[in-house]
């Protein structure tokens, strides 16, 4: 996005959703944007400008998206300037129209006491193969382990339930599934459920 | 025997003094999951939980069901807490449809999910009881929460699964002169509780047992992002009721709880001071509700989202706090549904805990992490 | 008369018939023995598989006490039991330890299916994890419907197969 930190690309509603489903009309009203939250994605977009994008502000909300590359240093930034210590959840959706899997964390704050309301989502995107072979592909993403400790069964979790691969996961390994799991990673929107 | 070890078991190359033990599934002491641990003689060296036997792809199926069918199996995880754990898909269901819910239906939900919390709290204090071969704090807690297991039956119609919270309020009124009893009964069950102090809390046995067993530190526990009372047991005062308030919250009076030890016995005592709190609000709350009104918000068939829009809510369970992720589409059926739940997140602290522990602590240390392994499952 | 009647050749035979011929007689009050030797100390395994367990615990709290039917608290060792409750949902992976456990039990072994999900799959019918009721894995003897049954169904179900041990062959003849 290249609007500069004044006027925020401030959309209700996002690109979280499929992109071959049609954007959403603007909103109707003009809401008034919460001025904490504003700061804070001022703050993000200051640094950073046109590598993140802004995706909304809502209260006690905040959503970026940044690409894969910037991930780890964005991330780095928000712990360490921002204060944010712990990612609180995970979550991997698939976008089979925009051939790319998208990685969502939630990141929140204990010790500093004026976020403790606040989340960060921080997203980002990794590509997505049409015949997934878990690990040996290109759908990945780097850890963000080392930054956050708390991602590690997260993305254990995500690796097999999508097939993205966290580089620099010390423990890449299953979870939750079977260990003779040989089907596809079962959360991606073309496994298909018995009978649906 | 292959040296190759089949995923999922390949823990670290050992010499010969150490051995490789699997706790589960079928233990006393590891109630639905596998827990592999390394001791060398009586001490761990190395624990790699296994959890994903009650694996069931609950996100998975909530793509394929609307907005309201996703309710009743949304709740299975944890079924004597189901309150809970339907609280914030319900919230956040509220938020992308955009519906104000009925003050009235406000107080009720925080009374269900204060007595819902209580009910899981006894269930899991039962077997934290058996876990350390206390037979008496088995039966007490699993013979007390029966009473208010007949409040939700009264308010919701069943025992465990009450599918209660609908977006847009809770699914029926409360019984006629329902305020009279739930009062009394939380008024009894206050008492009951206090005494378990003598036989469990304040029993130099248990003491002995918990004390000093799996030190988690303040910074441990913030950097290894647990929640709920593991959290709270470490130091770190952070509760979602007090902190990001939903519903009537901010209008209750209670408090939260909080202990610096950091160790197994703090954190098993942590839900318990969390109860009496339960108490209060019930009280505070039975007081301020509005003693008439709507309940319930009626919805169109088949809601759908605005468009195509994301959410994320969270409530404090009784194991901590759980989030609910919802991406929608703007059609019947949500596009993505996660669960962050209490019991996943507090599960990464298990290898650290055992971590140089005795063997014979580790159903002290396991259970204490109040974990449910069906909720971490999902 | 009788000795004419055994040679050395034939002892075997007349020894055997005349065991047939005890056996016959004293079968029915001996099975009766110790099938009620077995209803009133059934001993189900610690094995719990999904949320069910909640109430299979509760089946054993004060209220409820299942104890006071023979059915005795599920803390034993593997090798004592001769019950199995499975409680709820059976998952792929919990589907081989679920066999390797009831194999390793002694002879005779009884199954109570608790729960919808073990009966059908219940309302995970559609998932990908999950085996649509156990009966592929383990020869059921008791379905307890219900979505976790109340404890006083399991309790039902449990009297059931109490019936059901009566009416048994308590010993299987060559
Ligand atoms: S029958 Fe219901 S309560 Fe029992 S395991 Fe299945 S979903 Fe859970």
Redesign the pocket.
């Known amino acids: 996005m290249s609007s500069d930190s004044d006027n925020e690309p401030i959309e209700t509603t996002s690109d979280v959703t499929p992109a071959s489903t049609k954007s959403s009309p603007t909103p109707e009203k003009e809401i008034e944007l919460p001025k904490f939250e504003k700061d804070l994605a001022d703050k993000i977009v200051e640094k950073f400008n046109t590598r993140v994008k802004v995706a909304f502000v809502k209260p006690d909300r905040v959503r970026i998206n940044v690409g894969r590359d910037d991930i780890k240093e964005v991330a780095e930034f928000l712990r360490d300037v921002l204060n944010f210590d712990h990612a609180e959840s995970v979550s991997g959706v698939d976008y089979p129209q925009d051939k790319e899997i998208e990685v969502v964390y939630h990141l929140g704050s204990y010790t500093d006491s004026s976020l403790s309301r606040q989340i960060l989502v921080l997203a980002t995107r990794a590509q997505r193969e049409e015949n997934p072979i878990p690990g040996n592909d290109a759908t990945k993403l780097p850890s963000l382990r080392e930054v956050f400790y708390s991602v590690e069964f997260h993305e254990r979790e995500i690796f097999e339930m999508f097939g993205v691969y966290f580089q620099g996961h010390p423990d890449n390994r299953r979870l939750l599934l079977p260990e003779d799991w040989a089907d596809l990673p079962p959360l991606r929107k073309d496994f298909a459920i018995k009978g649906r | 025997m292959t040296n190759e070890l089949p995923p999922g078991l390949a823990l670290q190359k050992v010499d010969e003094r150490i051995m490789t033990l699997n706790v589960g599934p079928q233990h006393p002491g590891s109630g639905h999951m596998r827990i592999i641990v390394q001791i060398d003689g009586d001490f761990i060296v190395a624990c790699d939980p296994d959890p994903g036997y009650v694996h069931r792809g609950e996100e998975k199926m909530a793509e394929y069901r609307n907005y309201i069918t996703n309710i009743p199996?949304l709740e299975?995880p944890v079924?004597h807490d189901s309150c809970n754990i339907l609280y914030p898909y319900v919230l956040g269901v509220e938020e992308l449809l955009g519906i104000e819910v009925p003050e009235r239906a406000k107080y009720i939900r925080v009374i269900a999910s204060e007595l819902n919390r209580c009910v899981y709290t006894m269930y899991w204090l039962a077997i934290y009881g058996i876990f350390l071969g206390h037979s008496t704090m088995f039966m007490w807690p699993a013979g007390d929460r029966e009473l208010l297991i007949d409040l939700l039956e009264k308010m919701t119609g069943a025992r465990?699964?009450h599918a209660h919270f609908v977006p847009g309020g809770v699914r029926n009124d409360l019984p006629p002169n329902f305020e009279d009893v739930c009062l009394r009964q939380v008024n009894y069950f206050e008492k009951r509780i206090k005494e378990y102090a003598a036989i469990f809390y304040d029993n130099p046995i248990l003491i002995a047992r918990t004390a000093n067993t799996g030190i988690l530190s303040r910074e441990d526990a913030i950097r290894l992002g647990t929640t709920g009372s593991v959290l709270r047991a470490s130091g770190v005062d952070y509760d979602l009721r007090k902190k990001e308030p939903y519903d009537v919250y901010e209008e209750l009076d209670f408090q939260t709880n909080v202990l610096k030890e950091g160790d197994s016995y703090a954190r098993s005592k942590i839900p318990w001071l969390d109860m009496m709190e339960s108490c209060r609000i019930i009280r505070h709350a039975l007081q301020k509700m509005p003693k008439s009104g709507s309940v319930r918000v009626k919805l169109k068939p088949n809601p759908k989202g605005k468009g195509l829009d994301s959410v994320y809510k969270r409530v404090e369970s009784g194991r901590g706090s759980l989030g609910c992720y919802i991406v929608s589409d703007g059609k019947p059926e949500p596009y993505r549904v996660k669960l962050s739940v209490g019991s996943f997140r507090n599960l990464i602290a298990l290898p650290y805990l055992l971590k140089g522990e005795k063997l014979g602590n580790m159903p002290a240390v396991y259970w204490s992490l109040n974990y449910w392994p069906?909720e971490a499952d999902r | 008369m009788l000795k004419d009647l055994i040679t050395p050749q034939n002892a075997n035979v007349f020894v055997g018939k005349l065991g047939d011929i005890l056996e016959q007689a004293i079968d029915k009050p001996l099975g009766y023995a110790i099938n009620w030797g077995r209803i009133w100390s059934l001993w189900p395994v610690h094995i719990e598989?999904?949320?069910?367990s909640?109430?299979f615990g509760a089946a054993s709290s004060p209220r409820y006490d299942v104890e006071r039917f023979g059915i005795i608290e599920a803390f034993g060792s593997l090798r004592q039991c001769d019950l199995i409750v499975v409680?709820?949902?059976i998952t792929r992976k919990m589907a081989p330890r679920l066999r390797l456990v009831y194999d390793q039990m002694p002879e005779p072994k009884y199954v109570i299916a608790?729960?919808?999900?073990?009966i059908t799959g219940?309302?995970?019918f559609d998932s990908y994890n999950v085996l649509p009721g156990i009966d592929g894995v383990l020869p059921v003897d008791v379905y307890v419907p219900?979505?976790?049954?109340r404890p006083e169904t399991l309790i039902q179900g449990c009297m059931l197969l109490q019936e059901k041990i009566k009416r048994m062959k308590a010993r299987k003849f060559v």
């Open positions: 199996h299975r079924i465990v699964t069906v | 598989t999904a949320c069910c909640v109430e409680q709820g949902t608790m729960g919808a999900c073990a219940g309302l995970y219900g979505c976790p049954p």
